[in-house]
């Protein structure tokens, strides 16, 4: 059975550090490309980070590049954001998703899972 648990969020002061987690369980990571998204409330989804499936390039949002990395351990099949130098405005539910091939792209995801809540407030 296809899933994703996604875990690591949590409460944290502006300029801290937080690293997300996201296992899978019923698929091979090298063979999809992987994403996170993240959503506030009152706005769109958007996409934050994508790592590809065999070879592991990534890609960032502008506003994330250089504070946050996206890396996967393909022995526990885990995909993980290390977010650094936080912001009032990265707080969201964050969404690891997987896409339809290994490709890095913003479009054509087809499971999700169900989120976990980062917050950044002092």
């Known amino acids: 059975q296809l899933q994703f648990v996604e875990s690591g969020g949590g409460l944290v002061q502006p300029g801290g550090s937080l690293r997300l987690s996201c296992a899978a369980s019923?698929?091979?990571?090298?063979?999809?490309?992987i994403a996170w998204f993240r959503q506030a409330p009152g706005k769109d989804r958007e996409g934050v980070s994508c790592?590809?499936?065999?070879?592991?390039?990534?890609n960032y949002a502008d506003s994330v590049k250089g504070r946050f990395t996206v890396s996967k351990d393909s022995a526990k099949n885990t995909i993980y954001l290390q977010m650094h130098s936080l912001k009032p405005e990265d707080t969201a539910v964050y969404y690891c998703?997987?896409?339809?091939?290994?490709?890095?792209?913003?479009?054509?995801?087809?499971?999700w899972g169900q989120g976990t809540q980062v917050t950044v407030s002092s």
């Open positions: 019923g698929f091979t990571l090298n063979d999809y490309a």
């Open positions: 998703a997987r896409r339809r091939g290994s490709l890095c792209s913003w479009t054509d995801y087809n499971y």
């Open positions: 790592i590809s499936g065999f070879g592991g390039r990534a």
